[in-house]
């Protein structure tokens, strides 16, 4: 079949399944835009920033463990897919994005609107490609999807220069498999060392098992349950493996590191053995690394050989896929009985994991996090942004299903959240999709507000607004002498003296909910503690998006908190 | 620190040299060289690279290469003996009286002269890196103009 290389972009796509892309035009992918315009198959979601873009079709991937797509111009359209490129890539997320270049002739003149994006996105890509020739395109792409889905996932760049999208292949074909000799991820787990983690577990007086994304990433939820419930281990998943373990089990300690609970924190550096999977001991997890986990043999299972040894040395490496090794391994292990090592990590997490000071007066964010699990019964996909939020999401939301909690771990992304959730929620039709917000992240893709409203993408916005960059705030409280440095969301040329937090007289800027109606976004407020369920009703039972803002204690802190570089048993449990 | 040469089959296309490259730097380690080129197989292009780190940072720098997509194969030389060989190319002050000196010296190191001119010559040697570092050596009281190295390349030895 004759087929320009726009057209045969558009062909792989409805090959790939793709349903849904994210993009904005410019100059060089004109000619892509143009063919999609006829592709009935593939609804096309005019983001309002190529950030959000990425972020959407990231979001659309973690929800449904599908590849998202988004598409952006040459120079200034693929520059702005870079932050969520990068925020992909470090949460192993498989995106493909698809970016117009110029013209193969005239690469590297500095013609208008080039920029050497592949070189710029070489490390935060899985991989990428330059396409030279419009006869390689249909390879290419094939090898973008087969690589941004298989192993441990990540994004793909393609770079489509304009030629090659106008140019002709007159026998087009899309392949229908893919072979790569440099590339053939190994999935199954080495038996030898299955049954040498299956011995290290019957040895184990105090195991302890450690899960991350990679439970998620490999559906291996079910596998990762049933070990555990044979062996009465208990269980810590990291902030990217939260709903890989039901959050409400009897075994479940909560997440562990800077921000982790008391019961995670403590059992790791107390276990003898950590039975880790999918997880790469991140140094927000590990905190100071020397002191980590001392008297523990580490068995750590993950697809990935170079995330094996990369910052704590490993006893018995297995390198595979979560769910099979996990299938292998339960084979293998003997049945355990709880002990007294289990007794002492349930008195360790107590009746809750996470608790904070109620109040009457104050709405505290926590409590919206709680009211926003107790309305939507638990059912909700959440997406979070950065800072305080995240962390009382992760803490005050139990999530018990896997890709029901959609948050930028690795790189940490402001601005994250509200574009996932579209992603999400065009995915997503059976559980309502909230992003939990910052009142300073969502001002970072604030302009989706629009794409939203204009397609009725039913994403509910909950803001706890504290007047802050919290998180930020939250350090200069601690480690900074309370010097507030750039960190007041009210601070500007009115300020001439600061009578601190509680007696700011300043409007806040922007009215979030002046805002959303500007939009066409139905949009509610709470200002006190009795206002907070209705408000979260009224913005739940809206049929398309609606945002809720909380006016929230503003100098609330998140505990417990293990300093940056400290062992993570020294955890401060403030308040 | 130790050195380590490493060897790596690489697709040979463009882009897979600054993604290796990339590798190293980003992680601060400097390459002490570098040489590519094509295999009997012209789709393969095999590196010979050779970085100096401690131990566990070489182990990772062989994983993260495995890692990447265009890399083939990654054998790291640190058990196996290897052969290896660096060529240089040095252009030194030579006149009427010192050129006889200069070619029976390179003679003992198995070079050969490349180029002369009437105030210079230009020695040819290949050998292993000490060799060449001892023929440098020598050779400098002349005055060296130009020089030029390869960087290694290596393979194992044969296995008996
Ligand atoms: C793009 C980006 N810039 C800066 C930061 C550093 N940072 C981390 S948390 C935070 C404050 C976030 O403020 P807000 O969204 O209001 O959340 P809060 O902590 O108040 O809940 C900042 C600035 C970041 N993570 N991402
Ligand atoms: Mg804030």
């Given amino acids: 079949?004759?087929?320009?290389?726009?057209?045969?972009?558009?062909?792989?796509?409805?090959?790939?399944?793709?349903?849904?892309?994210?993009?904005?035009?410019?100059?060089?992918?004109?000619?892509?835009?143009?063919?999609?315009?006829?592709?009935?198959?593939?609804?096309?979601?005019?983001?309002?920033?190529?950030?959000?873009?990425?972020?959407?079709?990231?979001?659309?991937?973690?929800?449904?463990?599908?590849?998202?797509?988004?598409?952006?111009?040459?120079?200034?359209?693929?520059?702005?897919?870079?932050?969520?490129?990068?925020?992909?890539?470090?949460?192993?997320?498989?995106?493909?994005?698809?970016?117009?270049?110029?013209?193969?002739?005239?690469?590297?003149?500095?013609?208008?609107?080039?920029?050497?994006?592949?070189?710029?996105?070489?490390?935060?890509?899985?991989?990428?490609?330059?396409?030279?020739?419009?006869?390689?395109?249909?390879?290419?792409?094939?090898?973008?999807?087969?690589?941004?889905?298989?192993?441990?996932?990540?994004?793909?760049?393609?770079?489509?220069?304009?030629?090659?999208?106008?140019?002709?292949?007159?026998?087009?074909?899309?392949?229908?498999?893919?072979?790569?000799?440099?590339?053939?991820?190994?999935?199954?787990?080495?038996?030898?060392?299955?049954?040498?983690?299956?011995?290290?577990?019957?040895?184990?007086?105090?195991?302890?098992?450690?899960?991350?994304?990679?439970?998620?990433i490999s559906g291996a939820h079910r596998e990762l349950l049933e070990l555990a419930e044979k062996t009465n281990i208990p269980v810590t998943t990291t902030l990217m493996g939260l709903g890989g373990f039901p959050g409400n089990h009897k075994l479940f300690v909560g997440m562990p590191g800077m921000h982790g609970s008391k019961a995670a924190n403590f059992a790791l550096q107390q276990t003898d053995l950590i039975v880790s999977v999918g997880a790469r001991f991140d140094d927000r997890v590990t905190g100071h690394v020397a002191s980590f986990a001392p008297n523990a043999k580490i068995i750590h299972m993950d697809i990935d050989p170079a995330a094996i040894s990369k910052i704590i040395s490993v006893d018995i490496p297995v390198v595979g896929d979560a769910?099979?090794?996990?299938?292998?391994?339960?084979?293998?292990?003997?049945?355990?009985?709880?002990?007294?090592?289990?007794?002492?990590?349930?008195?360790?997490?107590?009746?809750?994991?996470?608790?904070?000071?109620?109040?009457?007066?104050?709405?505290?964010?926590?409590?919206?996090?709680?009211?926003?699990?107790?309305?939507?019964?638990?059912?909700?996909?959440?997406?979070t942004e950065v800072g305080q939020n995240q962390m009382w999401a992760s803490h005050y939301y139990v999530f018990t299903k896997p890709r029901t909690l959609l948050t930028s771990g690795g790189l940490g992304t402001m601005g994250y959240g509200m574009p996932a959730a579209m992603g999400a929620a065009l995915a997503i039709k059976d559980r309502p999709v909230i992003d939990i917000a910052g009142d300073g992240s969502i001002q970072m893709n604030i302009q989706e507000l629009a794409t939203i409203s204009l397609n009725r993408i039913p994403v509910k916005v909950v803001i706890l607004n504290n007047s802050y960059l919290g998180m930020v705030r939250q350090w200069q409280e601690m480690f900074f002498n309370r010097r507030y440095s750039s960190s007041c969301l009210r601070d500007g040329v009115l300020c001439d003296e600061c009578k601190g937090p509680g007696k700011c007289k300043h409007v806040y800027i922007p009215d979030f909910i002046a805002l959303a109606k500007a939009y066409d976004i139905e949009a509610f407020r709470a200002t006190k503690p009795s206002e907070v369920d209705a408000v979260l009703k009224k913005g739940l039972a809206v049929k398309g998006p609606a945002l809720m803002e909380f006016m929230v204690s503003k100098e609330e802190n998140v505990f417990p908190m293990v300093p940056a570089g400290k062992p993570i048993d020294q955890i401060v449990e403030g308040q | 620190m130790s050195t380590h040469t490493i060897s790596v089959f690489v697709e040979n296309r463009h882009g897979a040299l600054s993604r290796i490259a990339g590798l190293f730097s980003s992680r601060g380690y400097n390459i002490t060289s570098l040489t590519v080129a094509e295999t009997e197989d012209p789709s393969t292009s095999r590196m010979t690279i050779v970085v100096a780190g401690d131990e566990s940072v070489l182990e990772q720098v062989v994983k993260q290469l495995n890692r990447l997509i265009d890399v083939i194969k990654v054998i790291d030389f640190v058990k196996d003996p290897v052969i290896d060989r660096e060529i240089i190319l040095v252009r030194l002050d030579a006149t009427k009286s010192t050129r006889h000196e200069i070619v029976s010296l390179a003679s003992i190191f198995g070079g050969t002269v490349a180029a002369i001119s009437p105030t210079s010559i230009t020695i040819e040697l290949t050998g292993t890196s000490q060799t060449i570092g001892d023929f440098i050596s020598m050779v400098k009281p002349y005055g060296i103009k130009e020089l030029v190295r390869s960087g290694k390349v290596a393979m194992a030895q044969a296995r008996k």
């Fill in chain 1, 1 to 216: 079949m004759k087929k320009t290389g726009a057209q045969i972009v558009v062909d792989a796509l409805i090959r790939e399944k793709i349903d849904v892309v994210f993009g904005y035009p410019g100059g060089v992918v004109l000619p892509l835009f143009d063919a999609l315009y006829d592709a009935e198959k593939v609804k096309v979601i005019l983001t309002r920033h190529e950030q959000a873009a990425a972020h959407a079709a990231d979001g659309y991937a973690r929800a449904t463990g599908k590849v998202g797509v988004c598409i952006a111009t040459s120079g200034p359209g693929a520059t702005n897919l870079v932050t969520g490129i990068a925020t992909a890539y470090l949460d192993s997320v498989p995106v493909v994005a698809i970016t117009g270049q110029v013209a193969t002739p005239i690469l590297g003149t500095d013609a208008f609107q080039e920029a050497d994006v592949v070189g710029i996105t070489r490390p935060i890509t899985k991989h990428n490609f330059l396409v030279k020739d419009v006869a390689e395109l249909p390879g290419m792409i094939k090898q973008a999807f087969h690589i941004a889905s298989t192993g441990r996932p990540g994004p793909v760049l393609i770079d489509v220069p304009k030629d090659v999208s106008v140019g002709m292949v007159d026998n087009y074909e899309y392949p229908s498999k893919v072979d790569m000799r440099s590339y053939r991820p190994n999935t199954v787990g080495h038996i030898r060392q299955i049954r040498k983690a299956a011995d290290a577990m019957a040895d184990a007086k105090k195991p302890l098992i450690y899960a991350g994304g990679g439970i998620i």
């Fill in chain 1, 323 to 383: 769910k099979n090794v996990l299938a292998q391994l339960n084979k293998e292990v003997r049945p355990r009985r709880a002990n007294g090592w289990n007794k002492t990590v349930a008195g360790w997490k107590g009746k809750k994991l996470f608790d904070y000071q109620p109040s009457k007066t104050e709405i505290k964010p926590q409590a919206v996090v709680e009211a926003v699990y107790r309305a939507t019964k638990g059912k909700a996909i959440i997406t």
